[in-house]
């Protein structure tokens, strides 16, 4: 969506008639915060930046010299700026292995002590050093549980040399109970070890491109609206080390971890429509009031499958 909108912009910028008008990501800078508790974590974190757009560039400015502090389950802590020893700021839609940007002027981190509990509400308050304020409240969403497959299940794979890819021969179907409360739940298949004439190829990779019908793509996943199962195939591209050359691998088998992500359905429709610059209009907000933004609270369920190949 970003990129989208700055391609939009730049056309305007040379001249070219869009086919609709330019929004107000080109306002002034707006207070965004981000800030998505992760279930079982003991790490807290908040992101408060300035952000707008000037001739098509996003611009983005911390806002530094705040009094944040998180609560909940009983506990409180007050998050200092720019702490050592934390490795990142705010965690991304995803499972959480991923995080942008790292510490620095404007992330606000602490541990909470006991850890972020699942089911547990969590309360957000921030002074700003012109003497405005922002409030947030989530509730941390139960983790799904997993029903099948099980862990480790062996999937067969039909592998397709024609095109470079190889496409799961029966489509997975993966079943959770999901948590009560309105949350909705997201697979995240992620590729991890490959094995090919006979062992484990150490700096091999595989890419995985998830499909499925009638599902909702956010950031690279597939979530199902209050559901308990979903059917999926992929694809997948596979290359040798680099040192190697890195050229297409057909692969034994690849192991690949799915993750089951709860977010709570103001969250999901946040991250579907805005993603991380949320800078336009006041819908793109989820549990924040005085900024633009989200704080909200994910857990996870993960299990890992591994899809073994066949000829093709």
């Not at 409360?181 to 298949?189: I, K, Y």
Request: charged letters at 20%; a neutral charge; glycine letters at 14%.
């Amino acid at each position: 969506m970003r990129r989208a909108c700055l391609a939009l912009l730049l056309l305007a910028a040379g001249g070219c008639e869009l086919l609709r008008p330019p929004t107000d990501i080109d306002a002034e800078p707006r207070l965004q915060l981000h800030s998505v508790l992760r279930a079982g974590s003991d790490t807290v974190a908040v992101l408060i930046e300035r952000v707008g757009a000037e001739a098509g560039i996003v611009r983005r400015a911390p806002v530094s010299g705040a009094r944040v502090s998180i609560a909940g389950g009983g506990v409180e802590a007050a998050l200092r700026e720019a702490p050592q020893g934390f490795p990142s700021c705010a965690l991304r839609f995803d499972a959480g292995e991923l995080a942008t940007p790292p510490i620095g002027a404007g992330c606000y981190a602490a541990i909470l002590p006991g850890g972020v509990r699942p089911g547990e509400s969590y309360s957000l308050a921030v002074e700003l050093p012109d003497g405005g304020s922002i409030t947030g409240r989530t509730v941390v969403p139960e983790r799904p549980t997993a029903v099948q497959p099980a862990e480790s299940a062996r999937v067969p794979v039909q592998s397709n040399a024609g095109v470079g890819m190889s496409g799961v021969s029966h489509p997975v179907t993966v079943r959770w109970r999901a948590p009560t409360g309105g949350s909705r739940v997201r697979l995240v298949p992620t590729p991890g070890a490959v094995f090919a004439r006979g062992g484990a190829i150490a700096g091999a990779g595989c890419q995985l491109w998830p499909t499925g019908s009638g599902e909702t793509y956010l950031d690279g996943g597939q979530s199902a609206p209050l559901g308990d199962s979903l059917r999926f195939s992929v694809q997948l591209y596979c290359a040798e080390p680099a040192g190697t050359g890195g050229g297409r691998l057909v692969p034994d088998s690849v192991e690949v971890r799915l993750d089951l992500v709860a977010v709570d359905s103001a969250y999901a429709r946040f991250a579907e429509t805005w993603g991380d610059d949320a800078v336009r209009e006041a819908r793109a907000s989820a549990g924040v009031t005085g900024a633009f933004g989200v704080f909200a609270g994910h857990s996870l369920t993960r299990r890992r499958i591994v899809l073994v190949f066949s000829p093709p």
